[in-house]
């Protein structure tokens, strides 16, 4: 058994795994390089294996870096099966279609700024189509098949909607656990990392290997603080956020708040399509939700994702409508750092007014307009025009989906240590697994191998 990384290894983005059994090979995500344009564009473009040699691919999740470069696997020769939980199926469609339209507006934009420029979209939503084709869709705990004398059964990753770890079983008795994206306890909406039974191999993120993370269960009393402070001021609260899974759990925490009355009654309006979107998707996928949303909604037949103050705005009329408007009111809009979509108009209009407060829930990276608001630069750039950042920034740690090291060290805690031959270590910068591998050595772990990118480890 042979298993190469052919992204996400000492890098965060690219997440592609095989694994190679008796002359078989299965891949465990397929996701798109993200970051330096030229960079991933090169990576992007070019498999370091031929698709058509890979029998079956197994979909852990269904963020953009594990699941973006599938439509190329599929046009490039891959025939076999993409198994992954039906919400992660149904996210992917979203997060790949929107993929390629953004790939087809970048085309079209930097065509007309040069006719001739090179630039073309890696597939677009016929593609798209075809690959979702290839999907079959397996529910948490139910073994299946994957090629001949493996199965493999998903456990819940706790990471967001249809996350899960993938625990193939093999002829010989060895099992081997792919972690994905590691989540945290005490998400909102869905469980936590599912226990899974013990393994010889674990295949593990480290993305924050190095780093700790504020606790979930902070974050409604701060929300709430922020809303009722802006509101008392007569202030409107706007909220860049990723359409999947973020914008589902704040809308969540806005129900939860509303109900119990921890906020004002205020308007609130999720200001994307993409988002609208993405909360279909969450509405009926009853069956990944924790016990917190049965017990507060489902037992009452509410529905977590709707209710009177909550409006999803879809035409652009609409959106501009909301500007009009001068009572407090809340806007959740994409994209979340900042660099396009709905979110700019709404930053532009209330900027400028020191009785709005951005509200900052998930990472930005550098050089976005996102991080020079969470870095409170006096003055910022919007649509070519210079605006006063006069309004209040405030920034919120403890949303993130991944699990710290200390979560990490505690998920891998419960696995049987005597049975744990060795622990790979994929998705991180080189700081954060090095400092990770360190850390789960001294926890006992046997041996701890940090995976460099296409090269081949033999395991048993
Ligand atoms: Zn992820």
């Known amino acids: 058994m042979k298993l190469t990384s052919y992204g996400a290894a000492r890098e965060v983005t690219g997440s592609n795994h095989v694994l190679e059994i008796n002359g078989k090979k299965i891949a465990i995500d397929c996701g ?35 699941c973006g470069r599938l439509p190329m696997l599929c046009g490039n020769g891959f025939h076999g099966n993409i198994y992954s939980t039906p919400a992660s199926r149904d996210i992917a469609g979203l997060i790949m279609s929107d993929t390629a ?20 979209p890696l597939y677009g939503v016929d593609e798209v189509l075809k690959t979702l084709d290839q999907f079959m869709t397996i529910s948490y705990g139910r073994s299946f098949p994957v090629i001949d ?52 191999y674990m295949v593990c993120e480290g ?19 922020v809303i009722k402070k802006t509101a008392e001021r007569g202030g409107k609260i706007i909220i860049p956020a990723f ?31 993409m988002a609208t979107n993405a909360t279909s998707i969450f509405r009926v996928h009853q069956e990944c939700y924790d016990e917190k949303v049965r017990e507060h909604f489902l037992e009452a037949h509410k529905n977590p994702f709707g209710f009177d103050s909550l409006h999803f705005t879809t035409s652009v009329a609409d959106s501009k409508a909301i500007n009009k408007l001068k009572e407090p009111h809340i806007i959740i809009s994409s994209s979340g750092m900042c660099e396009a979509g709905r979110i700019l108009h709404h930053l532009k209009n209330n900027i400028e007014d020191a009785k709005n407060t951005i509200l900052i829930v998930g990472f930005m990276a550098a050089h976005t307009l996102g991080r020079r608001l969470a ?29 710290d090291y200390n979560e990490i060290l505690d998920y891998v805690g419960k696995l049987n240590k005597e049975r744990l ?29 940090i995976v460099d990118p296409a090269t081949d480890y033999e395991l048993t």
């Open 101 to 120: 339209h953004i790939m087809q507006k970048d085309a079209e934009w930097l065509r007309k700024k040069r006719p001739d420029h090179p630039f073309k």
């Open 149 to 200: 004398g493996v199965t493999c059964t998903f456990y819940d990753a706790g990471h967001i909607l249809g996350s899960a770890i993938a625990v193939l079983d093999l002829e010989n008795g060895e099992r081997i656990a792919f972690s994905g994206d590691l989540g945290r306890a005490g998400l909102p909406i869905i469980r936590d990392p599912e226990v899974i039974g013990d393994v010889d």
């Open 375 to 403: 870095e409170r630069k006096p003055e910022v750039k919007i649509f070519g025009q210079i605006y006063k950042l006069n309004a209040q920034v405030k920034i919120m740690n403890a949303f993130s989906a991944h699990a």
């Open 32 to 66: 798109m390089f993200q970051g330096h344009r030229i960079e991933s564009e090169r990576k992007n473009q070019n498999f370091l294996y031929d698709p058509s040699t890979i029998d079956a691919v197994i979909l852990t999740h269904a963020h953009c870096d594990h």
């Open 207 to 225: 993305t924050y290997g190095n780093r700790l993370h504020d606790p979930i269960e902070d974050a409604e009393n701060q929300m709430a603080e």
């Open 421 to 449: 031959k060795k622990i790979f270590l994929v998705h991180g910068e080189d700081d954060a697994l090095n400092s990770l591998s360190k850390l789960l050595l001294e926890a006992g772990i046997k041996d701890v191998q």
């Open 243 to 273: 359409a999947v899974e973020r914008t589902q759990e704040l809308i969540y925490f806005l129900h939860k708040l509303t109900n119990e009355e921890k906020i004002p009654k205020l308007e609130i309006f999720v200001d994307s399509p």
